[in-house]
Structures are given as C-alpha cells and as structure tokens.
C-alpha cells in the first residue's frame, strides 16, 4: 500500500501531510526518470550483444550511463524516505510503473527490464548497507553527484587524509574484479550474508553492531592495499622524474 501510485498522486501533494507529500514527489520522480532508465538499459545491454560489433560511441554510452545514474539516485531518494521498504515492495513498485508505461513490450523483454530493476536495487541495497557501517564506526559519509556516481564513486568517506570516493560490492568476485580493473579506486565488499539481508533495503541496528567488526576488517585490508598501490606509483614517478 506504501508504494501505490495512483491517479490521484498530483492532487494528494498539495492535500496530504509532508511527509506524504515528500513520499508521492519521490514516487514522481522516480516516475519521470524511468522512462530514460529503461531505454538506457535496453541500449546497453543491445551494445553488448551487438554481433556486428558496432557497439556505441563512448558519448552514447556515456549519456545512457548518466540515464541509469540519475534513475538510480531518484529511486535512492525514496527508497530513503521510506525506511520500512522492503526489496520486494520497491521491484514491484517500479516494476508495475513499467508495465503502465509500456505496456506492449513482450513478455522476454519485461523478464530482462524486471532483471535489470533488481540488480539496480541490490546495488543501491549495497550502498546503503556499507554506508550505515562506516557510520557506526565513526566515519563521515557523503552522497555522491550524478556524475561522481559515473566514475563508480558510491560515497565520499572522510579518512585522515581528507574525502575519498568508495565503491561498494555486495558480490566479493565483483570488488575484486574492480579492484584489478581499477587498482587506484577504494573497492569494499559489504561482508552481511544473504540470509541476513534477506529482503531488506537496510540493517537493522542490531545486525549493523554485529557485522561492523567485520566490516572493519575489510576496510583495513583495503585500505593497506589502495596505500601500497598509491605508494608504489609514486615511486615509479619519482623515479621517472629523476630519471628525466
């Protein structure tokens, strides 16, 4: 019920409470930007499949990128307002918006938007989750741009040497795979199993108390890691430069 959007959604903003106001602009906004969302993620994943292999220039691909950015941060938004939303309620929340909106896509082609609006919430759910356990040990969080969020930015967390971008995997193979692709970057996996999750969108305080150790844990690792590897390039610059 939490998550019924109806006609009447533009009339209740200027007759509800704020918080019910705040609750159907989100839905709007959400609304109005997963248009853009699908039509990106269908472009996407037709690029990759391209047998011809003509593929995207690097402006498409960044714009459909930005597309699937800013739907995410819209979808974020409520998802914020909301903290008894679970991962089911949301999928069938947008889910439902679109098959409202397209209504004539073929059943192969709502099975892989559907795929895709769920892995697009268990990244935000990621997201979230490690944000909440910086939080309780102590760290600053900040939320990133639209386009800091392109560069794989998921939060900016204050350490001793200032504000650095971190990027959170629920998926250890996926943060490792960053970590090779992109060694320069703070890649950490958020340590909660499956069964904890379970269909939650955040940790409760408990389950946040019980897994921040391990949380730690990981950000030391990945901490001495991202240090050795930035200590590592400015040796060889240093070098090069003597050289030069």
Known sequence: AAFALTA???VELGTTTEGNRTHCADQLHVAATLPDYIRAQNNLTSAQTDEYGYGLTTEERRAY???TVVFNHALESLIDNDSGATFNEVT????????QLLPRDTPEQRQAIKK?????????????IGEQLLEYLGYDTERPTVEDDMRGIDRHVYFEDGWKGVDFKIDPKMA????????GSLTLTVPVPDDVIGTKLRLDSKDVATYAP??????AREWQRYSAYKARIEAERATHGAQG
């Open 116 to 128: 895709d609006i769920e892995m697009t919430l268990n990244g935000i759910r990621g997201e979230i």
């Open 214 to 219: 391990y949380f730690a844990t990981e950000l």
């Open 92 to 99: 069938k929340f947008v889910y439902g918006m679109y098959t």
């Open 176 to 183: 490792e795979k960053k970590r090779l692709k992109r060694p």
């Open 8 to 10: 009447m959604t533009l």
């Open 65 to 67: 990128v930005r597309d």
